[in-house]
Nanobody, 126 residues
Framework: QVQLVESGGGLVQAGGSLRLSCAASGRAFSSYATGWFRQVPGKEREFVATSRRSGGSTYYADSVKGRFTISRDNAKNTVYLQMNSLKPEDTAVYVC???????????????????WGQGIQVTVSS
């Protein structure tokens, strides 16, 4: 079992930056693929970014490509989401996820993940 806890959210002006962190419990974190999703009320959970187990291969949603960066520090059992040039439409609850299952390529759907954090609010003001 893995527990994921996000931190680093908050209120920021448009054009600003935030870095989200997701700390994971468990000894096998380095063997998990990780991802970030976001959700606003009334809408489905939206894929943001994913990092494969080694952390060397990443994939982003078009809406955040070039502005957001996912990274991980396996020694600290932590995955990060650096968010730059934030826009009001980035406002959402951001949730980190981890996948223990093997196989597949890039994991962009909620069903691709096995563990979820509780989410953290990011609000971008105009």
């Amino acid at each position: 079992q893995v527990q994921l806890v996000e931190s680093g959210g908050g209120l920021v002006q448009a054009g600003g930056s935030l870095r989200l962190s997701c700390a994971a419990s468990g000894r096998a974190f380095s063997s998990y693929a990780t991802g970030w999703f976001r959700q606003v009320p009334g809408k489905e959970r939206e894929f943001v970014a994913t990092s494969r187990r080694s952390g060397g291969s990443t994939y982003y949603a078009d809406s955040v490509k070039g502005r957001f960066t996912i990274s991980r520090d396996n020694a600290k059992n932590t995955v990060y989401l650096q968010m730059n040039s934030l826009k009001p439409e980035d406002t959402a609850v951001y949730v980190c996820a981890a996948r223990a299952r093997l196989g597949g390529n890039y994991y962009v759907g909620p069903g691709d993940y096995d563990y979820w954090g509780q989410g953290i609010q990011v609000t971008v003001s105009s």
